[in-house]
C-alpha cells in the first residue's frame, strides 16, 4: 500500500506544482498526505505521520485561505489538525 500511495503522492505533487491554483489538485495533495500520514500512524512511525500531516495542513490552509467559505476545506483543515493534535499530545 506504501508503495502505491507514494507513487499517487509524487503524481499528485507535480500536479499540483504545476497548477497551483487548481483547487481540485490541490486536495487531491492533501489527500494523498493524509493516507501516507494515516498508513504511518498505523505502522507506528508517528514522525513520518507528522510529516506528511504538516504538510496536508499546510495545503489545506492555503486553500481556506483563498476560498474561506468552502465548508468541506474548513472541515479538511480541522480534521488534519486533529490528528496533529493527538500526536503532539501521546508525545508529551
Do not use: C, Y
Amino acid at each position: 500500500a506504501r508503495t502505491r500511495f507514494d507513487d499517487s503522492l509524487a503524481i499528485r505533487e507535480r500536479l499540483a506544482k504545476s497548477e497551483p491554483g487548481n483547487a481540485e489538485w490541490q486536495r487531491n495533495l492533501w489527500a494523498s498526505n493524509g493516507k501516507l500520514g494515516e498508513l504511518a500512524l498505523k505502522e507506528g512511525n508517528s514522525a513520518l505521520a507528522l510529516i506528511h500531516f504538516r504538510e496536508a495542513e499546510s495545503v489545506m490552509s492555503a486553500l481556506v485561505d483563498k476560498w474561506p467559505d468552502h465548508p468541506g476545506f474548513a472541515k479538511s483543515l480541522e480534521t488534519v489538525r486533529g490528528h496533529i493534535r493527538k500526536i503532539e499530545e501521546d508525545e508529551s
